[in-house]
Protein backbone atom coordinates (compact mmCIF):
# COMPACT_ATOMS: atom_id res chain seq x y z
CA UNK A 1 0.00 0.00 0.00
CA UNK A 2 2.36 2.32 1.14
CA UNK A 3 4.39 1.37 -2.33
CA UNK A 4 1.12 2.02 -4.39
CA UNK A 5 0.67 5.58 -2.64
CA UNK A 6 4.34 6.51 -3.25
CA UNK A 7 3.75 5.52 -6.77
CA UNK A 8 0.53 7.61 -7.36
CA UNK A 9 2.14 10.76 -5.39
CA UNK A 10 4.81 10.93 -7.65
CA UNK A 11 2.44 10.61 -10.85
CA UNK A 12 0.37 13.50 -9.25
CA UNK A 13 3.58 15.39 -8.88
CA UNK A 14 4.48 15.05 -12.30
CA UNK A 15 1.38 15.45 -13.98
CA UNK A 16 0.90 18.97 -12.46
CA UNK A 17 4.04 20.26 -11.74
CA UNK A 18 4.92 23.51 -12.85
CA UNK A 19 1.24 24.43 -13.63
CA UNK A 20 -0.43 23.23 -10.41
CA UNK A 21 -3.14 26.38 -8.79
CA UNK A 22 -4.90 26.91 -5.51
CA UNK A 23 -7.88 24.60 -5.01
CA UNK A 24 -10.84 26.74 -6.60
CA UNK A 25 -14.08 26.74 -4.57
CA UNK A 26 -16.35 28.35 -7.06
CA UNK A 27 -16.53 25.14 -9.04
CA UNK A 28 -18.05 21.41 -8.73
CA UNK A 29 -15.66 19.41 -10.93
CA UNK A 30 -16.76 16.17 -12.56
CA UNK A 31 -13.92 13.37 -11.61
CA UNK A 32 -13.42 12.08 -14.96
CA UNK A 33 -10.64 8.84 -15.53
CA UNK A 34 -7.84 9.97 -17.67
CA UNK A 35 -7.97 7.83 -21.12
CA UNK A 36 -11.53 6.62 -21.09
CA UNK A 37 -13.56 9.45 -19.67
CA UNK A 38 -15.66 7.73 -17.38
CA UNK A 39 -17.16 9.60 -14.19
CA UNK A 40 -15.79 8.95 -10.36
CA UNK A 41 -18.87 11.22 -9.68
CA UNK A 42 -18.80 15.38 -8.79
CA UNK A 43 -16.71 17.26 -6.24
CA UNK A 44 -17.38 20.11 -4.38
CA UNK A 45 -15.50 21.70 -1.94
CA UNK A 46 -16.03 24.00 1.00
CA UNK A 47 -13.21 26.35 2.93
CA UNK A 48 -13.11 24.74 6.30
CA UNK A 49 -9.81 27.40 7.23
CA UNK A 50 -5.93 27.25 8.57
CA UNK A 51 -4.85 24.02 9.84
CA UNK A 52 -1.40 24.38 11.05
CA UNK A 53 0.46 24.93 7.58
CA UNK A 54 -2.47 23.53 5.60
CA UNK A 55 -6.10 24.74 4.23
CA UNK A 56 -8.58 22.59 4.95
CA UNK A 57 -11.41 21.87 2.49
CA UNK A 58 -14.49 19.27 3.23
CA UNK A 59 -15.38 17.86 -0.62
CA UNK A 60 -18.66 16.13 -1.09
CA UNK A 61 -18.33 13.64 -3.62
CA UNK A 62 -21.23 12.56 -4.93
CA UNK A 63 -21.72 9.26 -7.33
CA UNK A 64 -21.53 9.70 -10.58
CA UNK A 65 -24.84 7.25 -10.82
CA UNK A 66 -27.06 9.38 -7.91
CA UNK A 67 -26.20 12.61 -6.82
CA UNK A 68 -28.02 11.94 -3.47
CA UNK A 69 -25.31 9.62 -2.73
CA UNK A 70 -22.32 11.10 -1.46
CA UNK A 71 -19.37 10.83 0.60
CA UNK A 72 -17.00 13.57 2.11
CA UNK A 73 -13.17 13.81 1.70
CA UNK A 74 -11.09 16.39 4.06
CA UNK A 75 -8.84 18.03 1.36
CA UNK A 76 -5.60 19.77 2.61
CA UNK A 77 -3.41 22.10 0.69
CA UNK A 78 -0.64 23.47 1.45
CA UNK A 79 0.12 26.79 2.64
CA UNK A 80 3.46 28.95 0.85
CA UNK A 81 5.18 31.50 2.22
CA UNK A 82 4.06 33.53 -1.03
CA UNK A 83 0.33 32.62 -0.50
CA UNK A 84 -0.08 32.17 3.57
CA UNK A 85 -3.80 32.91 3.29
CA UNK A 86 -6.32 30.62 3.02
CA UNK A 87 -9.06 33.14 2.54
CA UNK A 88 -6.79 34.38 -0.55
CA UNK A 89 -5.67 30.77 -1.61
CA UNK A 90 -9.09 29.88 -2.38
CA UNK A 91 -9.29 32.31 -5.20
CA UNK A 92 -6.05 33.13 -6.25
CA UNK A 93 -3.77 31.06 -8.36
CA UNK A 94 -0.72 29.22 -6.59
CA UNK A 95 1.57 26.72 -6.87
CA UNK A 96 0.32 23.93 -5.01
CA UNK A 97 -0.88 20.36 -4.64
CA UNK A 98 -4.18 19.68 -2.87
CA UNK A 99 -4.36 15.79 -1.08
CA UNK A 100 -7.19 14.31 1.23
CA UNK A 101 -6.71 12.65 4.14
CA UNK A 102 -7.32 8.89 4.86
CA UNK A 103 -11.01 9.11 5.68
CA UNK A 104 -11.74 10.39 2.22
CA UNK A 105 -14.81 8.36 1.17
CA UNK A 106 -15.79 7.99 -2.43
CA UNK A 107 -17.10 6.50 -5.39
CA UNK A 108 -15.65 3.59 -7.97
CA UNK A 109 -16.31 3.27 -11.56
CA UNK A 110 -19.24 1.49 -10.85
CA UNK A 111 -20.55 3.78 -8.02
CA UNK A 112 -19.64 1.79 -5.37
CA UNK A 113 -18.63 3.38 -2.41
CA UNK A 114 -15.43 2.64 -0.70
CA UNK A 115 -13.52 4.49 2.28
CA UNK A 116 -10.01 5.02 2.43
CA UNK A 117 -9.85 6.33 -0.45
CA UNK A 118 -6.63 8.67 -1.33
CA UNK A 119 -6.51 11.90 -3.69
CA UNK A 120 -3.80 13.39 -4.96
CA UNK A 121 -4.80 16.38 -7.18
CA UNK A 122 -3.39 19.87 -8.48
CA UNK A 123 -5.06 22.34 -10.34
CA UNK A 124 -3.87 24.30 -13.96
CA UNK A 125 -6.36 26.56 -15.98
CA UNK A 126 -7.36 22.96 -18.01
CA UNK A 127 -8.97 21.57 -14.41
CA UNK A 128 -7.43 19.53 -11.61
CA UNK A 129 -5.29 16.49 -12.57
CA UNK A 130 -3.81 14.06 -10.41
CA UNK A 131 -4.41 10.42 -8.97
CA UNK A 132 -7.28 8.44 -7.30
CA UNK A 133 -5.88 5.85 -5.09
CA UNK A 134 -8.35 2.88 -3.90
CA UNK A 135 -7.60 0.93 -1.28
CA UNK A 136 -7.83 -3.49 -2.06
CA UNK A 137 -6.80 -6.31 -0.59
CA UNK A 138 -3.56 -6.65 -1.75
CA UNK A 139 -3.79 -4.82 -4.75
CA UNK A 140 -5.05 -0.84 -5.10
CA UNK A 141 -6.87 0.39 -7.67
CA UNK A 142 -4.87 4.09 -8.82
CA UNK A 143 -6.81 5.89 -11.98
CA UNK A 144 -5.08 9.18 -13.32
CA UNK A 145 -8.18 11.62 -12.87
CA UNK A 146 -9.16 15.18 -14.27
CA UNK A 147 -11.50 17.04 -13.05
CA UNK A 148 -13.72 19.77 -15.23
Do not use: H
Not at 50 to 61: E, P, T
Not at 122 to 128: H, K, M, P
Request: with cysteine; proline share 5%.
Amino acid sequence: MKTTLLIATALAVSSVAGSAMALDVGRTRVLQVAGIGASLGALTFIPLGADGSFCDYLADWASPFNPNDVGICVMQELRTPFSPSCIANERLDIVTIVQSNFSCTGFNLKGESYGNVSLILGESDCGLSGVAVFPGTGISQTYPVRGF
